[in-house]
């Protein structure tokens, strides 16, 4: 296993629209997060699962933001009727309970 | 206020100096970890700590938990050091999430 991959890692959408990304953490990973981070910024917590079930989610996400881990191993992460406000990398990690975690290369949105 | 705060937000330096990169915060916290994100994105995990000392060749990572304060040393610094430095913490709360300071960009001149 090479890591916590994303895909894509670049997605130019215009505002309205709808995107879905991906993540594919390491396999015997059981932790999964979501982060968003901004030009200039440290990222910012998104939602987290163990395994299939999200257990947290940030104030952060609207209702026009959606996560899911159907299987417990990859995520989708869409967002519908994006706007500019939504231009942002954003970034998955991985972990075990109680272990570092490990991010991947990130999706780099622009929303026009 | 910030969760966490770094210092300094940009730091240039001299190849071959010892650079210090601090972060305090202001909550109670179960782990800190510093982060490197070089340009393009791409973040990898330094270290994890909750208390004392860690060292990793020649980066070097302290925690005093009382004060509330972590630094990063880097020793005989390289133009390959040159990125983004995050100190990240995990809540006590039993938040599973890392809260993230803004990250101090360091530039390492040859």
């Known amino acids: 296993d090479t890591g916590v991959s994303q895909d894509p890692r670049h997605k130019i959408t215009k505002r309205g629209q709808n995107v879905t990304f991906r993540c594919d953490p390491i396999?015997?990973?059981?932790?999964l997060y979501w982060y968003r981070q901004t030009l200039g910024q440290g990222p910012e917590f998104l939602t987290y699962?163990?395994?299939?079930?999200?257990?947290?989610k940030s104030r952060l996400l609207s209702d026009r933001f959606s996560a899911e881990r159907p299987k417990g191993s990859f995520s989708t992460l869409e967002i519908q009727r994006t706007e500019q406000g939504d231009s942002a990398m954003y970034l998955c990690?991985?972990?075990?309970?109680?272990?570092?975690?490990?991010f991947g290369p990130g999706t780099r949105l622009t929303v026009l | 206020k910030n969760e966490v705060e770094q210092s300094p937000q940009n730091l240039t330096a001299q190849e071959g100096e010892f650079i210090t990169i601090n972060c305090s915060y202001s909550?109670?916290?179960?782990?800190l970890h510093w982060l490197q994100q070089h340009p393009g994105g791409g973040i990898v995990s330094l270290f994890m700590?909750?208390?004392g000392k860690k060292k990793h060749g020649r980066l070097i990572a302290t925690i005093n938990i009382q004060e509330k304060h972590s630094s990063l040393h880097i020793t005989a610094s390289h133009p390959r050091d040159s990125a983004v430095y995050i100190c990240?913490?995990?809540?006590?709360?039993?938040?599973?999430?890392?809260?993230f300071g803004s990250g101090t960009r360091l530039q390492v001149q040859p």
């Open positions: 990690a991985s972990s075990l309970v109680g272990t570092e975690q490990f």
């Open positions: 396999s015997e990973h059981n932790r």
């Open positions: 699962f163990q395994n299939e079930a999200q257990l947290e």
């Open positions: 909550v109670g916290i179960s782990a």
């Open positions: 700590l909750s208390s």
């Open positions: 990240a913490v995990l809540m006590d709360t039993g938040r599973r999430a890392l809260t």
